[in-house]
C-alpha cells in the first residue's frame, strides 16, 4: 500500500500541472518516481527536478561518475526507487555491472577505472565521515584530478541523490511502487 495516491494530469491544480509538463518536456522525458510525490509542493517539485536534471545532464561530470555518486548515495540511505533507477543507468553509462551489484550487497566494488575508483572512495568518505572530507590523500587527488568545479559538482550531486530519502516520507517508505521484478537493495538477484 503506497502512502500517498497518485494525482492524474486530470486533477492537478495549474501550477501543478505547469511543473508536470516542464518536466514531460525536459530531458527525463516522463513524469515518476520522487516527482509524483513532490508535485504536491510545486515549487519543490520544479526546483529539485531542476538540480537533479543539472546535476545528472548538465554538469561536467561524465554519466558514469554521476550515476555511481548516486548510485553510492542511494544504497546508503536504502532507497530503493532511486536505487532501482540509477544501477541500471551506471551500468549503461559504463560503471561494471559487477561493481554495481557489490555497491547493492554492501560488498567492496572493483573498478578499473581511475575517476570511477575515486569516486567511490570520495562519496563513502563523505558518508563515512557525516559530510566531511576528512581525508587530506582524497580532498588533494579531488582537486588535481578534476579541478574546483567538478569536485563541487560531485559532492553536489551526492547530495542530491539523497533527495528522495532527505525528504520526509519520500523514497524512504512505501511511497512509490517499484516493479516487481525490480531487485531490492535489501535481497539476492534474482
Known sequence: ??????????????AQKEVHDEIVAGRRG???????ILIRA???CRHLQRLGEYLRWGSSLPPALSELAICLTA??????LEWHAHAP???????PAAAIEAIRTGATP?????DQVLVHRVVTELIDTKRRARGHRTWHDRRLLH?????????SGAAAAGRAGTLPGIGTGNTARIPRTACQLNEAPG
Do not use: C
Open 1 to 14: 500500500m503506497t502512502r500517498y495516491r497518485e494525482i492524474n494530469t486530470v486533477d492537478m491544480t495549474p
Open 30 to 36: 516522463r513524469f515518476g518516481g520522487p516527482f509524483q
Open 42 to 44: 510545486p515549487e519543490v
Open 75 to 80: 544504497r546508503h540511505l536504502g532507497v530503493s
Open 89 to 95: 543507468l551506471a551500468v549503461e553509462a559504463g560503471v
Open 110 to 114: 572493483s573498478f578499473t577505472a581511475n
Open 147 to 155: 579541478g574546483d568545479r567538478k569536485r563541487t559538482e560531485r559532492v
